[in-house]
C-alpha cells in the first residue's frame, strides 16, 4: 500500500482520520466506556474492568492518548486516566458536523 498524501487534505481531515483509527479497536471502545462511566479518573482498574494483560492495557491507553482523547497524571507508581474533554469536544463535534451533512431526505441512492 502507498504512502498517504496527507498534504492532500485538510487538517480537521487528517486528525478525524487519524482519530478513527485509533477507535477502530473494541479495546479501545471499552476502554472509553470505562473511562465515561467512572466520570472520573481510573488508575489500573482497567485490568479488572476488561480483563485484557496490563501490556495490552498499556499499548491501547497508549494509543488513546497519542491522538489526545484521553490524559493521564502520574500518581505515585501508577497513571491515572481520563477522558480530555477539549479532544472530546473537538472528536464529537467533528463527527457530528461529517454525519449532519448527509440529508435524511436522500434516499433515493443506488
Same mark, same amino acid.
Given at each position: 500500500m502507498g504512502i498517504t498524501k496527507s498534504n492532500l487534505f485538510t487538517e480537521d481531515q487528517n486528525q478525524l482520520a487519524k482519530v478513527a483509527k485509533v477507535l477502530g479497536h473494541p479495546a479501545r471502545i471499552a476502554i472509553l466506556d470505562v473511562l465515561l462511566t467512572a466520570e472520573t479518573c481510573i488508575c489500573g482498574d482497567l485490568v479488572e474492568e476488561l480483563g485484557l494483560a496490563q501490556a495490552t492495557i498499556s499499548q491501547h491507553l497508549r494509543e488513546l492518548?497519542?491522538?489526545? &482523547?484521553?490524559?493521564? @497524571? &502520574?500518581?505515585?507508581? *501508577?497513571?491515572?486516566?481520563?477522558? @480530555?474533554?477539549?479532544?472530546?469536544?473537538? &472528536?464529537?463535534?467533528?463527527?457530528?458536523?461529517?454525519?449532519?451533512?448527509?440529508? *435524511?431526505?436522500? *434516499?433515493?441512492?443506488?
Open positions: 492518548k497519542s491522538v489526545g &482523547i484521553i490524559q493521564g @497524571n &502520574i500518581e505515585g507508581k *501508577s497513571v491515572c486516566y481520563c477522558i @480530555n474533554p477539549e479532544q472530546w469536544q473537538y &472528536i464529537s463535534h467533528q463527527f457530528t458536523k461529517m454525519f449532519q451533512r448527509f440529508p *435524511s431526505s436522500h *434516499s433515493d441512492c443506488c
